[in-house]
């Protein structure tokens, strides 16, 4: 892969990133007058962010421009985005609406059939909204799902730190397009798992471990790499 220095596009990316750059200060100034992660001024979040509706919108509008399934979730107490979905590899019905219960109960059974004695992977786009900031953040997510021996549906849920899969990188590409005609502004994420530079972690360390990153701040208190498994009964 060619590097930053010898890209035609290098001057306009920098100066892309150094907007974006500001309104990640712009927003931490706001968000944590302190600079403390543990004394977040709520009131400056409220309202400040995504709402619901944007969500289902641009699910909605992905969907149509994409020509994939997706799927809007809201986050989860903890956290301060909510996420929409973007089936890239793989095929509807998908792991993500069975593990959220948004398919009815005849498709469900053959997805759930369908993988007994043969492991299912799904990739996705998974778009981060945060609830704080009007910012997007995209991660390159995989899902597998396999039956166990006692008959329950496995799920693992597997991020990277951004997207690198080549064949992922045209929906990518479209999905930042469609942000941008939103207003929302795409945060790279790759810049954002580091602390920012001069911030109290407070009690971070004592719940989550490690230090917060900026998209810590921003979206969601979990590491970015975190994996997750949940369960769901074969019937």
């Known amino acids: 892969m060619a590097g930053c220095t010898n890209c035609g596009a290098k001057g306009g990316c920098d100066a892309r990133k150094g907007a974006m750059f500001d309104a990640i200060d712009e927003a931490l100034a706001r968000l944590y007058p302190t600079r403390c992660w543990s004394d977040r001024d709520e009131g400056a979040g409220f309202g400040a962010g995504l709402g619901p509706g944007e969500g289902d919108a641009l699910a909605r509008t992905l969907a149509a421009r994409l020509r994939a399934g997706t799927l809007y979730l809201p986050g989860g107490v903890d956290e301060t985005c909510d996420y929409v979905y973007v089936l890239c590899v793989g095929r509807s019905p998908s792991l993500i609406e069975l593990r959220e219960g948004a398919l009815d109960e005849a498709a469900a059974a053959a997805l759930r059939a369908s993988m007994v004695g043969a492991p299912v992977e799904e990739v996705y786009l998974r778009v981060a909204l945060s609830t704080l900031a009007r910012f ?22 597997m991020p990277r730190a951004g997207v690198f899969a080549p064949p992922l990188l045209g929906r990518m590409q479209a999905l930042v397009g469609v942000l941008g005609e939103m207003g929302i502004r795409h945060l790279d994420f790759g810049e954002i798992v580091e602390p920012p530079d001069g911030f109290d972690p407070g009690d971070y360390p004592s719940k989550w471990g490690g230090l917060p990153g900026i998209a ?3 979206f969601y208190p979990h590491s970015p790499s975190s994996i997750t498994t949940t369960t769901t009964p074969t019937t």
Do not use: K, P, R
């Open 216 to 218: 810590n701040y921003l």
């Open 136 to 157: 997007a953040a995209v991660q390159e997510i995989t899902l597998t799902a396999a039956v166990s021996e006692d008959g329950e549906v496995i799920l693992t849920e």
